[in-house]
């Protein structure tokens, strides 16, 4: 994490925030934005976007279902599955990466979504120091964990 | 005009689908939804769109590889990029490709409907 700066860190805290505003016309709150140690909490509906080429490591978007069914409805979806859910999650995890080479470069290379559900899944993902965003969209808590460094 | 969504994203396809139907793009039909490059190639050699949405960052086939085929296949398809990846490299690689238009996530659906007007136009 040393090698990422404050600017770096800032364009995900921008990036989510124009993400629920643009889909939602609803801009959520940041709750807080710190260092963080492994034993990071998250919500039960993870997405998961590896990064490699200039930057190795990830970012995960946890979110409970309460905010993804809402989320989910905004956008007139009727079919409000565990499925669907996780691919909502994932799609915003692969749109966060995404945005992030407009700063970053192109050599930022970015998987296809993992997802997972359970609380545990953002643990099993995240190293020793990972940088959190916490949020409040529409009442509901979530978070979004950056864990990457730059590659010589 | 006969529209092939593709991306992985379930609630991108539902959703793309949704602004045709109700925003008033009353001569697009959606003939086809694909999750990756390689359905989209297999459902295109059968329904044959006019116009299809294409997501980059895909599993099976990346955007950019269907792009080349899908041009290969019908030099006058009109593609649309819908993506994450708005990096000017990316936006230009799709364009060289023959892509017509580049619409970045996450976008509103007006947005989604002008771009599709746009490159509908383009024909």
Redesign the interface.
Same mark, same amino acid.
């Given at each position: 994490m040393a090698n990422l700066t404050e600017a770096d860190l800032k364009l995900f805290v921008d990036s989510i925030k #124009?993400?629920l505003k643009? $889909?939602t016309r609803q801009e959520p709150q940041i709750t807080s934005a710190f260092l963080g140690t492994g034993d990071v909490q998250g919500f039960e509906f993870n997405g998961i976007v590896t990064f490699s080429g200039s930057y190795n490591g990830h970012v995960v978007v946890s979110m409970p279902a309460r905010l993804l069914r809402e989320l989910?409805l905004l956008? #007139? !979806?009727t079919?409000l599955s565990d499925g669907?859910l996780l691919?909502?999650v994932? !799609?915003i995890a692969? $749109?966060?990466?995404?945005?992030a080479?407009?700063t970053l470069?192109?050599g930022l290379v970015?998987?296809?979504p993992v997802k997972m559900q359970g609380a545990p899944g953002i643990k099993s993902r995240v190293r020793k120091h990972p940088f959190v965003i916490t949020l409040r969209w529409n009442h509901h808590e979530a978070m979004v964990c950056v864990d990457m460094e730059k590659q010589d | 005009m006969r529209l092939l969504i593709v991306d992985? %994203?379930?609630?991108?396809r539902?959703?793309i689908s949704?602004v045709v139907k109700n925003g008033g793009l009353k001569n697009v039909a959606v003939v086809g939804l694909a999750k990756n490059g390689l359905e989209a190639i297999r459902i295109a050699k059968v329904a044959r769109p006019d116009v299809v949405t294409m997501d980059? +960052?895909?599993?099976e086939m990346d955007g950019i590889e269907c792009i080349a085929a899908l041009i290969k296949l019908d030099p006058k398809i009109n593609i649309l990029v819908v %993506? =994450?990846? %708005?990096?000017? %490299? +990316?936006a230009i690689a799709a364009l060289k490709l023959g892509a017509r238009g580049f619409v =970045?996530?996450?976008? +509103?659906d007006e947005e989604l409907q002008i771009a599709l007007l746009d490159v509908s136009d383009s024909r």
């Amino acid at each position: 994490m040393a090698n990422l700066t404050e600017a770096d860190l800032k364009l995900f805290v921008d990036s989510i925030k #124009h993400y629920l505003k643009v $889909t939602t016309r609803q801009e959520p709150q940041i709750t807080s934005a710190f260092l963080g140690t492994g034993d990071v909490q998250g919500f039960e509906f993870n997405g998961i976007v590896t990064f490699s080429g200039s930057y190795n490591g990830h970012v995960v978007v946890s979110m409970p279902a309460r905010l993804l069914r809402e989320l989910l409805l905004l956008q #007139h !979806e009727t079919d409000l599955s565990d499925g669907n859910l996780l691919d909502a999650v994932g !799609e915003i995890a692969n $749109t966060l990466a995404g945005n992030a080479r407009k700063t970053l470069g192109s050599g930022l290379v970015i998987s296809v979504p993992v997802k997972m559900q359970g609380a545990p899944g953002i643990k099993s993902r995240v190293r020793k120091h990972p940088f959190v965003i916490t949020l409040r969209w529409n009442h509901h808590e979530a978070m979004v964990c950056v864990d990457m460094e730059k590659q010589d | 005009m006969r529209l092939l969504i593709v991306d992985d %994203s379930n609630m991108i396809r539902i959703r793309i689908s949704r602004v045709v139907k109700n925003g008033g793009l009353k001569n697009v039909a959606v003939v086809g939804l694909a999750k990756n490059g390689l359905e989209a190639i297999r459902i295109a050699k059968v329904a044959r769109p006019d116009v299809v949405t294409m997501d980059l +960052t895909m599993p099976e086939m990346d955007g950019i590889e269907c792009i080349a085929a899908l041009i290969k296949l019908d030099p006058k398809i009109n593609i649309l990029v819908v %993506s =994450a990846l %708005s990096d000017k %490299s +990316t936006a230009i690689a799709a364009l060289k490709l023959g892509a017509r238009g580049f619409v =970045a996530k996450p976008f +509103t659906d007006e947005e989604l409907q002008i771009a599709l007007l746009d490159v509908s136009d383009s024909r």
